[in-house]
């Protein structure tokens, strides 16, 4: 019983800490660009609640979603072609180096040009961001699979898709996994940008209307919503990675001893 | 060498992930890639050419590379380059050194340890970007405004390394050294030190790229000098082919940051057995 108490003080302790003491040096604040925490939340509810969490942190999470599931599909199949082909690969790594290299917000200027400044612009971003680490790691988790299993399921004449579903994406899952991690929060970076160059709606796009406007509590809020997103995302990711990864995970602990 | 920024959690070896390379035996993987350059140059080239593209949005190779030529005479170029890695570097040191004292300090103490590891988990996926507006107004256009986007991102990717390096020294050298009534410091200098730098460089080549996209993105967003900004400008005045000579710019650069940025891991951990391993 002490032992649970301990550990939910620990875990709550921090966070309350710093909220109080960010509550308390703001509380009297006159600055005007560091208002009292209390106005924060104080024009939270009616700031976002409900006309812009259905006009701009719907569209920009429809968005997200669309160029991520794009960039997945892509990212993952043309991994595991590339991946496959010791020649096409020999091919193809200095170019991918070279994409990969290029900072993704430097594309939208680019994508405005062919797209305009729509949501196919901002999804095309997106996914020009998020596919090169699905890519690089499928690449590198189909070349890393177990060799015996390879030779074993060729042995058995699995069909190609049968070794695609069965030996293939599971054995790169992990590393395919590692990937779309990264490039999640690529891809929420990629969101704000784009909206912040051209929109008319959106959470970046609102965010950059407050400051322009000075409505600087509000700003704050929306910063705060866009945190909360991001910790949101990253913890529904670890849920479906936890589910899907269940066998490596436990393979794993097992290997650990744990 | 394709090696990927993967950081599985809570720690697969960061360093040799590069398994065993068996040469080509027809064509040298040197050319096929240097072909593959080429295909890229020549599809670039005839793409616009022949029209498929409209030149206004996509013009030829060959009127980028000479954009990249007027610009490379212009001292307006070298200045902003020069900004851009200015900007980079002090960001990624200074991320560097607080993601490695602050998590050799956290990962060291236990009960530290456990107090910061919820607030961690929460501050860390809060994108970097959300502090545009505010780094906008309090420090406007000024370097400083890109340069807290780079450190806020690059301190958690070094931070978590760190971390999980401190976790992986052997609880045998580290109860010895206790034995033997080690000082802190000279604890963190013989025992954590060479067991967390392996995961210290990859914190540090994860954390240069990471750097070098922020410092960008903060100079295109923003307006601060560098690279960036000149991306915007070419943009707003319709110079297409200087803005993809500067988008190729930041692309190599990325590209050679990742190239030192593995030799320095490389060198930093030649005595350590994942690299001795690959060279023997």
Same mark, same amino acid.
């Given at each position: 019983?002490?032992?649970?108490?301990?550990? !939910?003080?620990?875990?709550?302790?921090?966070?309350?800490?710093?909220?109080? !003491?960010?509550?308390?040096?703001?509380? @009297?604040?006159?600055?005007?660009?560091?208002?009292?925490?209390?106005?924060?939340?104080?024009?939270?509810?009616?700031?976002?609640?409900?006309?812009?969490?259905?006009?701009?942190?719907?569209?920009?999470?429809?968005?997200?979603?669309?160029?991520?599931?794009?960039?997945?599909?892509?990212? !993952? @199949?043309?991994?595991?072609?590339?991946?496959?082909?010791?020649?096409?690969?020999?091919?193809?790594?200095?170019?991918?180096?070279?994409?990969?290299?290029?900072?993704?917000?430097?594309?939208?200027?680019?994508?405005?040009?062919?797209?305009?400044?729509?949501?196919?612009?901002?999804?095309?971003?997106?996914?020009?961001?998020?596919?090169?680490?699905?890519?690089?790691?499928?690449?590198?988790?189909?070349?890393?699979?177990?060799?015996?299993? @390879?030779?074993?399921?060729?042995?058995?004449?699995? @069909?190609?898709?049968?070794?695609?579903?069965?030996?293939?994406?599971?054995?790169?899952?992990?590393?395919?996994?590692?990937?779309?991690?990264?490039?999640?929060?690529?891809?929420?970076?990629?969101? !704000?940008?784009?909206?912040?160059?051209?929109?008319?709606?959106?959470?970046?796009?609102?965010?950059?209307?407050?400051?322009?406007?000075?409505?600087?509590?509000?700003?704050?809020?929306?910063?705060?919503?866009?945190?909360?997103?991001?910790?949101?995302?990253?913890?529904?990711?670890?849920?479906?990675?936890?589910?899907?990864?269940?066998?490596?995970?436990?393979?794993?602990?097992?290997?650990?001893?744990? | 060498?394709?090696?990927?920024?993967?950081?599985?959690?809570?720690?697969?070896?960061?360093?040799?992930?590069?398994?065993?390379?068996?040469?080509?035996?027809?064509?040298?993987?040197?050319?096929?890639?240097?072909?593959?350059?080429?295909?890229?140059?020549?599809?670039?080239?005839?793409?616009?050419?022949?029209?498929?593209?409209?030149?206004?949005?996509?013009?030829?190779?060959?009127?980028?590379?000479?954009?990249?030529?007027?610009?490379?005479?212009?001292?307006?170029?070298?200045?902003?380059?020069?900004?851009?890695?200015?900007?980079?570097?002090?960001?990624?040191?200074?991320?560097?050194?607080?993601?490695?004292?602050?998590?050799?300090?956290?990962?060291?103490?236990?009960?530290?340890?456990?107090?910061?590891?919820?607030?961690?988990?929460?501050?860390?996926?809060?994108?970097?970007?959300?502090?545009?507006?505010?780094?906008?107004?309090?420090?406007?256009?000024?370097?400083?405004?890109?340069?807290?986007?780079?450190?806020?991102?690059?301190?958690?990717?070094?931070?978590? =390394?760190?971390?999980?390096?401190?976790?992986?020294?052997?609880?045998?050298?580290?109860?010895?050294?206790?034995?033997?009534?080690?000082?802190?410091?000279?604890?963190?200098?013989?025992?954590?030190?060479?067991?967390?730098?392996?995961?210290?460089?990859?914190?540090?080549?994860?954390?240069?790229?990471?750097?070098?996209?922020?410092?960008?993105?903060?100079?295109?967003?923003?307006?601060?000098?560098?690279?960036?900004?000149?991306?915007?400008?070419? =943009?707003?005045?319709?110079?297409?082919? =200087?803005?993809?000579?500067?988008?190729?710019?930041?692309?190599?650069?990325?590209?050679?940051?990742?190239?030192?940025?593995?030799?320095?891991?490389?060198?930093?951990?030649?005595?350590?057995?994942?690299?001795?391993?690959?060279?023997?």
């Amino acid at each position: 019983m002490a032992h649970t108490l301990r550990r !939910v003080v620990l875990a709550v302790g921090l966070p309350i800490v710093l909220v109080a !003491v960010w509550w308390f040096a703001t509380a @009297s604040s006159t600055s005007f660009f560091w208002p009292p925490l209390r106005d924060i939340l104080g024009t939270f509810v009616e700031t976002w609640w409900p006309d812009r969490l259905v006009g701009d942190v719907l569209p920009s999470l429809m968005r997200l979603l669309a160029g991520f599931a794009i960039a997945f599909v892509l990212g !993952v @199949s043309l991994g595991v072609a590339i991946g496959k082909s010791r020649a096409l690969r020999a091919f193809l790594e200095p170019v991918l180096e070279f994409f990969r290299a290029i900072p993704p917000p430097v594309l939208v200027p680019i994508l405005i040009l062919f797209f305009g400044i729509f949501n196919t612009m901002k999804i095309v971003v997106i996914i020009t961001g998020c596919i090169w680490p699905i890519l690089l790691n499928t690449v590198e988790g189909v070349r890393g699979l177990d060799e015996v299993l @390879s030779d074993t399921s060729r042995i058995y004449r699995l @069909s190609r898709r049968a070794r695609l579903w069965h030996h293939i994406l599971p054995g790169a899952s992990p590393q395919i996994f590692a990937g779309a991690r990264q490039s999640l929060s690529v891809g929420i970076i990629l969101m !704000v940008i784009s909206e912040m160059f051209a929109a008319s709606n959106g959470i970046g796009f609102t965010i950059i209307q407050f400051q322009r406007t000075f409505a600087i509590p509000q700003m704050f809020s929306g910063i705060i919503v866009l945190g909360l997103l991001g910790v949101a995302l990253a913890l529904i990711f670890r849920l479906v990675e936890a589910r899907i990864l269940r066998w490596y995970l436990g393979l794993r602990a097992a290997q650990r001893g744990e | 060498m394709m090696t990927t920024a993967t950081t599985i959690e809570s720690g697969e070896r960061p360093t040799g992930s590069t398994p065993q390379r068996r040469t080509e035996r027809h064509v040298p993987a040197g050319v096929l890639g240097a072909l593959g350059l080429l295909t890229l140059v020549v599809v670039l080239e005839l793409v616009p050419r022949v029209g498929l593209v409209d030149e206004r949005f996509l013009p030829p190779f060959s009127s980028m590379v000479s954009a990249l030529a007027q610009e490379a005479g212009t001292s307006t170029f070298w200045a902003a380059l020069g900004a851009t890695l200015t900007g980079w570097a002090i960001g990624l040191t200074i991320a560097l050194v607080a993601g490695v004292v602050l998590g050799i300090v956290i990962g060291s103490i236990p009960v530290v340890r456990a107090a910061t590891s919820s607030t961690i988990e929460f501050l860390r996926p809060i994108p970097s970007v959300a502090l545009i507006p505010l780094a906008v107004l309090l420090w406007g256009t000024d370097m400083k405004s890109t340069l807290v986007l780079v450190i806020y991102a690059t301190f958690w990717q070094v931070l978590l =390394q760190v971390l999980y390096g401190v976790r992986d020294v052997d609880p045998v050298a580290r109860e010895t050294a206790r034995s033997y009534r080690f000082s802190p410091l000279t604890t963190v200098r013989t025992v954590t030190w060479p067991t967390a730098l392996p995961y210290v460089m990859t914190g540090f080549r994860l954390g240069a790229a990471v750097a070098l996209i922020l410092e960008i993105t903060g100079e295109l967003v923003i307006g601060t000098p560098g690279l960036g900004k000149e991306i915007g400008v070419a =943009q707003s005045s319709g110079a297409v082919p =200087q803005m993809y000579a500067l988008v190729i710019v930041t692309g190599l650069i990325g590209v050679v940051v990742n190239l030192i940025a593995r030799w320095g891991e490389r060198r930093a951990l030649r005595w350590h057995p994942s690299i001795r391993a690959e060279v023997g």
